[in-house]
């Protein structure tokens, strides 16, 4: 019982790091690079994937730190790390959105 | 092309090195000096159940205050930065439509994540989780309530009021500590009462319960301040 426990609790953490690892993945391929791409609009549409990408990867860390037992940490992660951060970069991303706006409306 | 294949081949030598870590893994057969100290004492000397919270707010104390200064200073700089922009004036612009789901379920949920917030840091003492965690849920409420209302605006006065009395209140705890206990931030200046009781473990509870607040405050300031300016931007640019 204890054994086959252990087992399943292994696989699962084994399963969410590369999860985990995927969604960081992710995240890396839809942040744009630099100046090669001149297509701005393009860059700024596929920053939204990459900002959930990263939410998701805190969101499986948390779960990690539950299985490995540390609910307090678990609880932070799950707030801040997924919840807050992610909602802090969108409202960023809004900012600079309507900013660069205004800036080629004004010319 | 070439950026891609440094970025993946920097993200493939992490893992190998942290899967090399983890293959050299053993766990200690039993506590280490500094473990035992605190597994033993705790429930004696401090009468927390929670061994983790009597670390961080007794026997690390000072620690936490110094995280939350570095917390308070963060938020000071994100308001000071946000001031500092452009004051567009406010139009009667429409509200942005909102979901029947979010609008109403924030309604029913925002108080019951608040409830759930303050909660978990009055216990923070008895179980998992405590003042910053506690902090944040309380925040997560508060964005919440901004997603199903993005022109809500939260009174500054009442947040600043609460996170300057609450972050007043911890440092006199803790020069009370000085005074009537060990030393600074020393949770006997109350009696410890019964272990596992809610009002147990000396100031643990009341400094926690600061510290929640202190934390949720500012990380509700800092959202309603971005969002205060995503909704005044959005005004501006409204024709």
């Known amino acids: 019982m204890d054994a086959s426990m252990d087992i399943l609790t292994t696989a699962l953490a084994a399963l969410l790091c590369l999860a985990m690892l995927g969604a960081a993945l992710l995240a890396v391929a839809r942040t744009p690079g630099k100046a090669s791409d001149d297509d701005e609009a393009a860059e700024i549409r596929a920053l939204p994937g990459a900002i959930l990408a990263a939410g998701l990867v805190g969101l499986m860390a948390s779960i990690l730190y539950l299985i490995l037992a540390a609910p307090d940490v678990a609880m932070t992660e799950a707030a801040i790390g997924s919840g807050l951060t992610t909602f802090l970069f969108f409202f960023v991303l809004a900012r600079i959105r309507s900013r660069r706006e205004r800036e080629t409306e004004h010319g | ?239």
């Not at chain 2, 159940?49 to 104390?61: D, E, F, M, P, Q």
């Open chain 2, 1 to 239: 092309m070439v950026k891609r294949f440094i970025a993946l081949a920097l993200v493939l030598a992490l893992g190998g090195l942290f899967s090399a870590l983890l293959a050299g893994y053993s766990p200690d057969p039993e506590l280490n000096q500094t473990a035992r100290y605190y597994a033993e004492r705790t429930a004696p000397d401090l009468g927390a159940a929670n061994i983790v919270t009597a670390i961080i707010v007794t026997y690390r104390g000072l620690d936490t205050l110094g995280e939350v200064t570095v917390l308070f200073l963060a938020a000071a700089v994100v308001g000071l930065v946000l001031a500092l922009g452009g004051q567009a004036e406010k139009s009667g612009a429409p509200r942005p439509p909102v979901g029947e789901l979010l609008a109403t379920g924030s309604r029913y949920l925002a108080p019951l994540i608040l409830l759930l917030g303050v909660y978990v840091f009055v216990n923070g003492h008895l179980t998992p989780g405590g003042g910053f965690q506690g902090g944040a849920i309380i925040a997560s409420g508060a964005l919440l309530m901004l997603l199903a209302d993005p022109f809500k605006t939260f009174s500054h006065r009442l947040i600043g009021a609460i996170e300057a009395l609450s972050g007043t209140f911890y440092v006199l705890i803790g020069l009370l500590g000085l005074v009537l206990a060990g030393g600074f931030l020393d949770n006997r200046i109350l009696p410890t009462g019964t272990l596992g009781a809610l009002f147990s473990a000396g100031a643990i509870p009341l400094i926690y319960s600061l510290i929640g607040l202190k934390v949720g405050a500012e990380l509700s300031s800092l959202l309603a301040g971005l969002a205060e300016e995503k909704s005044r931007a959005h005004d501006g640019e409204a024709p």
